[in-house]
């Protein structure tokens, strides 16, 4: 059940970073539909402490937090993703992928201003680093 739980969440986030590239917004539809794919890879992932599920959800809802708070810097759909890996992964999976996203996104978004192709308040769309660090993280794990 893992192997078929991270393939669907895959798919999905594969799906998600296409929409986020492109238009740079997810439909509530769309996000509504990823909880299918994380309480199949929360089933694959099998048993897993409360203290460590709830730690993953918290993850997701601080970030929905941040997300409400910062006018919209880090977009609520970032938030709602991270709350299904969170769910699904633990807290300690769902904090190591955040912290490989945002230092990806980190990297590149450092090299596209010192190319000059983005300026210093300029965005990137998060979601393809979050689909990087969750392939990262599944090979790894």
Do not use: N
Not at 21 to 29: A, D, E, G, Y
Not at 83 to 96: H, I, M, N, T
């Amino acid at each position: 059940m893992l192997v078929i739980g991270t393939g669907i969440m895959g798919i999905y986030l594969v799906a998600a970073a296409f929409s986020d590239i492109r238009t740079r917004h997810l439909q509530r539809w769309f996000l509504l539909f990823g909880a299918f794919p994380a309480i199949l890879l929360r089933i694959g992932v099998g048993s897993m402490s409360r203290p460590d599920t709830l730690g993953g959800i918290a993850i997701g809802v601080f970030f929905l937090f941040v997300s409400f708070f910062s006018g919209g810097r880090l977009g609520k759909a970032d938030g709602v993703i991270m709350l299904y890996l969170g769910a699904a992964l633990g807290f300690s999976c769902a904090a190591g992928l955040v912290v490989l996203a945002f230092l990806m996104s980190a990297a590149v978004m450092t090299v596209l201003v010192i190319l000059k192709k983005l300026d210093m308040k300029g965005s990137v769309p998060f979601v393809p680093f979050l689909l990087a660090a969750y392939t990262f993280v599944m090979f790894v794990r």
